[in-house]
């Protein structure tokens, strides 16, 4: 086998393999050659290569999203470690475990105005969960720093960055490792599956009358047991809202938030505000449900996940380090029902909203609304949904999807840079078919992330084009202005047709509900090759017809 001259990449190199990692995803540079030389050489690894930085990170992500096992992201020195940020951010925040290996200068060529040199130590400080700074010889204090920040990614479930610096010459190599890096046995601490003090919290729920279960994203399909789901379903206590992303599905609960509490009144609000409010899950879309719980705060909130507690609401009473999975089932089977019309009322309430709502669907036109309900109806069964943020997941909660359908979005920092490569990676790691729907701004904005070789044949994405960033006409303080226009809509008259013809994709375009199931029917009618497509709705027509949905629901 053929591997490069320098032992630190030797080291670096032989640590991943016997720590399991298998996908590599390389940003071509000069200074991480012998990095890139090593990795791409050895069978034990799977190798990508991506130019772009901040497209290669986010397919990173998307593929560790599915996997969930880490993926590592090798660069050369300078700018290059930089455009790995937001997705950084991301993995953070969503718990993604990320490695990022980034090649450096020796610290003797650090600020003394060498080319492509930059203070890269500690970059991703706020962000990561461990920051290995290695020194340029290989050493033991080397091997056990990068056995850690591996270790860190796993069980912190988060981004880890490894700077290594290496002196020229870079592309040499040999035929037989010089070192044989310590290898490390990880320490893994087991969650807890019994909750302490029981009785205190047993005493609190059954005591309580209205129980709100709010669940976010979640990563790990069917982590929850249909029993425990269940559960939920027959207490009249209890009230469960999912969001979109939470991939938790059962009749009885409230699939889609907005519809339910942007109607609601004080009284209203009133009625919902919860004694017990129990959250588990990733980040929160419903901007609504938030300004909620922080205005009518429960008497006590619990969180439950084995990392993290944020105070989302500014009531969180106690943070359970347990698998939500594993604390229910310790839980529920010392409880008993507790006799309550909180569940009743609720569900009342919800069941006019559908019915409202379905009679509105049949009588919009063609906008992003209608658009979204035709385009999720048509989704294949088992298969995985994919949505860039801003409006595009907000439209998605309004529509019911099928339960055989997994649903991401990268909701840790909802920013819209990336949404297309995390999609591209998640189907690559997956393996599953992937639809990836998108807004027009986010789809220009990750353009690069169709330079790659590796996008699955039969990946579709959807293009909602209404002409501009459409999330601001339904936001505070939108007003017909060249200001507006300009500075927040960014209004425009692109298309994605020629980035389609460029990078070997089929491309499909709509602009009424005819050539909508036109288009739709010919996407799914491929699958030799890469389908876009685009949709375009009515700029100026999309942000009433969406209000007025709301106010038709009372």
């Not at 706020?126 to 340029?136: C, D, F, K, R």
């Not at 880890?160 to 040999?174: C, K």
């Not at 938030?257 to 899950?281: A, C, H, M, N, R």
């Not at 807004?439 to 790659?452: M, P």
Request: glycine share 4%.
């Amino acid at each position: 086998m053929i591997y490069p001259k320098i032992a630190l990449a030797q080291s670096i190199i032989e640590i991943c393999s016997a720590k399991g990692i298998q996908n590599i995803i390389i940003s071509p540079g000069s200074r991480n050659a012998p990095l890139t030389i090593g990795f791409a050489q050895n069978p034990n690894f799977k190798c990508y290569s991506i130019a772009d930085e901040r497209c290669a990170a986010f397919f990173a992500l998307g593929i560790a999203q599915q996997t969930k096992k880490p993926t590592a992201v090798v660069c050369t020195s300078g700018s290059a470690l930089l455009n790995y940020y937001p997705a950084v951010a991301e993995a953070f925040y969503s718990q993604i475990p990320l490695i990022v290996i980034s090649a450096d200068r020796p610290q003797s060529k650090i600020d003394i105005g060498d080319g492509q040199t930059i203070r890269q130590e500690n970059v991703f400080s706020n962000h990561s969960v461990y920051n290995a700074n290695l020194t340029e010889e290989a050493s033991a204090e080397n091997d056990l720093q990068i056995n850690k920040a591996i270790e860190t990614a796993i069980l912190q479930k988060g981004p880890v960055h490894i700077n290594a610096p290496f002196e020229e010459p870079l592309y040499e190599t040999v035929s037989e490792l010089s070192v044989e890096p310590k290898i490390t046995n990880i320490e893994e601490v087991i969650p807890t599956k019994i909750i302490e003090n029981s009785e205190e919290f047993v005493s609190i729920w059954n005591s309580s009358k209205r129980k709100l279960i709010l669940i976010g994203g979640i990563n790990d399909v069917n982590s929850v047991d249909d029993a425990i789901l269940e559960n939920f379903a027959k207490d009249p206590s209890i009230v469960v809202l999912t969001e979109t992303t939470s991939n938790l599905h059962h009749p009885s609960f409230i699939n889609s938030i907005d519809s339910l509490i942007t109607p609601f009144d004080d009284s209203d609000f009133k009625d919902l505000e919860p004694e017990v409010l129990i959250t588990f899950g990733g980040m929160i879309v419903s901007k609504r449900i938030k300004a909620f719980l922080r205005k009518y705060k429960p008497v006590h909130h619990w969180h439950i996940d084995t990392l993290r507690a944020y105070d989302t609401f500014n009531a969180l009473s106690k943070h359970f380090v347990m698998e939500p999975n594993d604390f229910f089932k310790d839980l529920l089977p010392k409880t008993q029902y507790a006799t309550s019309d909180y569940f009743s009322k609720i569900d009342t309430i919800y069941s006019l909203r559908k019915t409202r709502k379905q009679e509105y669907l049949k009588k919009i036109p063609f906008s992003d609304f209608k658009v979204f309900e035709k385009i999720i109806e048509s989704l294949p069964k088992n298969s995985q949904l994919q949505i860039s943020n801003s409006s595009a997941i907000r439209y998605a909660q309004l529509i019911d999807i099928d339960s055989s359908i997994e649903v991401f979005c990268n909701r840790g920092t909802s920013g819209i840079d990336g949404s297309t490569s995390t999609a591209i990676g998640a189907a690559v790691g997956s393996g599953k078919q992937n639809i990836f729907i998108t807004g027009d701004i986010s789809f220009l904005y990750d353009s690069n992330a169709l330079w790659n070789s590796y996008i699955p044949k039969d990946f579709k994405i959807i293009i909602i084009n209404n002409g501009g960033g459409g999330i601001f006409r339904i936001l505070p303080g939108h007003e017909e202005k060249p200001v507006f226009n300009t500075y927040f809509e960014t209004s425009h008259q692109l298309t994605a047709e020629h980035l389609a013809k460029m990078y070997n994709c089929s491309y499909f375009k709509a602009e009424d509900l005819a050539s909508l199931k036109t288009g739709l029917d010919s996407m799914y009618g491929i699958d030799n090759e890469p389908v876009i497509l685009e949709v375009f709705t009515p700029t100026k027509e999309n942000d009433a017809i969406l209000k007025q949905y709301f106010k038709e629901l009372k």
